[in-house]
Each structure stands twice: as structure tokens, then as C-alpha cells.
């Protein structure tokens, strides 16, 4: 990513001062700024003698990221992409993929997440490639060689890569999230957006699992928080009846199904 002194010939609003700021803050890059978290830093700003032009800096610097993006798409756009190039991909269970419209979307982020046993691994192991990664940076590592692998081969519907699994999200995340403060909210949010990306621009199906905690009262719930659960295009969730092989996934979020409905099926241990 550029450093924030390269940008300051063409926008005199990221000078010195705006780079002195930013540097108070350990940020240097466009890559540092896009990791920070951007509530914390407008705050920080709004302390400072000149707050109204270091508020002004920050808006200019969005701006400059964001043309470096595809522009956004029209609803009829997304629908057209949607018709000619996501289609859906079998879960090899007749059950799931009946409860799911014929089972799971390329293009979307799908999370699967359950407690330990419930059979999120067995369910994704099968017929896989794998990568071994121990934090969220070899990830990103992973998926930037991915990324970079899937340019080379050319144009939507060129790639033969169908499906990529992050299996478990939540353990390659959630330290990062304890103690780090909005750093570590922003690489969660990183990894997401990154991972969403990667599904829309090739027409992949991506999975990942994620792990249960104890809420109030003890009751299960999702790890990741709140933050998180915005991210996936859809939320599964995993469970198995205790004393057999009986597993039941049910909708905790889907853009076109309704919520709550349930499908049971038998996992092979």
C-alpha cells in the first residue's frame, strides 16, 4: 500500500500535519489507515487544535480509496450477475440442500457455526484441498496468493476453484480480538470483506465455521460478537442430538429464505 507522504503532492489536505497525526496514531500506509479503526481515530481528531481539517483529511483519504474500487452495482446489475454466474453448488446432503434452495450460493459468505461435535468439521473435510494456517496473518497470506492465482487465470468462469473453507474462522480470530481494541476488530472485519470479495469477484462458495461460547446465563451463542455477524450473506446453524447421529441446521440468517426453518439429516462419524 502507498505511504501517506506519497499521496501529499495531489492532496494538499494529507500534508504534514495530517501525516504527523496519522503517525501519532501508527498509521504511515493507506494499508495502517484501512486496519484502524476510523471511529476511534475521528474522535482522536476532533480533540486536536485542528480538528476540522484532520476531520477533512480523513474524509479526503476515504474518498481516495474508494475510487480505487469497482463502482457499485444497480439491484438489476446484481440480479444479472446473480442469474448468469452464482449458482449453487451441492452439499451432498439431499436434506441440507433442499432447506437451502438447492444448497449453498457461490458468490456468498456462508458461516456454519456449532459447539464442539456437532459435526461442522466432518460436514467440510471431505474431498478438500487443505492449507495449514495458525493466525489471521498467514491467512491473509493464503488468500493473497489464492487471490493472486485466480487473476492469472483469466476472466469470471475461467476459474475451476468452486469452493473455498476456512475451518474455523473463530480460532484464527478471536485472539486477535482479546486485548487488541479496535485493531482487532478491524483485521475481523478485514478478513470478512476480504473473503466476501474473493466469493463475488470469482464466483466462489465460501464457507467458514465458527465456534460457540457461553452467553448470559450460559447459554450458547455464535463466538465473534456482534461485529461479525453482519459479515456472512448467510448463518447456519449446526447441532446434533445427543446419543446418535441425528444432526439438525436450521437459518439464522439467509437474503432470500426465511429464518428458522430447520432440516435434519445423518453425519458419519
Known sequence: MAPLKSLEARYPLLDSNFQSFCASNGIFTVEDFLLHDLSVLTAFAEQQPNSDRLKEGITQLLSIIDRQHQPWLNGLQLLEDARQNKHVLSTGFEEIDKLLGGGVREGQLTELVGPSSSG??????????????????????????????????????????????????????????????????????????????????????????????????????????????????????????????????????????????????????
Request: net charge positive; hydrophobic share 40%.
Open 120 to 269: 461442522k468439521t466432518q460436514k467440510v473435510m471431505s474431498n478438500i484441498l487443505c492449507y495449514s494456517t495458525f493466525d489471521i496473518f498467514s491467512m491473509f497470506d493464503v488468500l493473497q496468493q489464492l487471490e493472486n492465482s485466480l487473476k492469472s487465470q483469466g476472466p469470471k468462469g475461467d476459474c475451476k476453484v468452486q469452493m473455498l473453507i476456512v475451518d474455523s474462522i473463530s480460532s484464527l480470530i478471536t485472539h486477535v480480538l482479546g486485548g487488541s481494541g479496535p485493531q482487532g476488530h478491524a483485521l475481523m472485519t478485514a478478513a470478512g470483506f476480504l473473503l466476501k470479495k474473493l466469493a463475488h469477484e470469482h464466483n466462489i462458495a465460501v464457507l467458514v465455521t465458527n465456534h460457540m461460547v457461553a452467553g448470559e446465563g450460559g447459554t450458547l451463542k455464535p463466538a465473534l460478537g456482534e461485529s461479525w455477524k453482519s459479515i456472512p450473506h448467510v448463518r447456519l446453524l449446526l447441532s446434533r442430538d445427543p446419543g446418535n447421529k441425528i444432526s439438525n441446521i436450521s437459518i439464522l440468517k439467509h437474503p432470500s429464505l426465511a429464518s428458522g426453518e430447520v432440516a435434519r439429516f445423518v453425519i458419519d462419524d
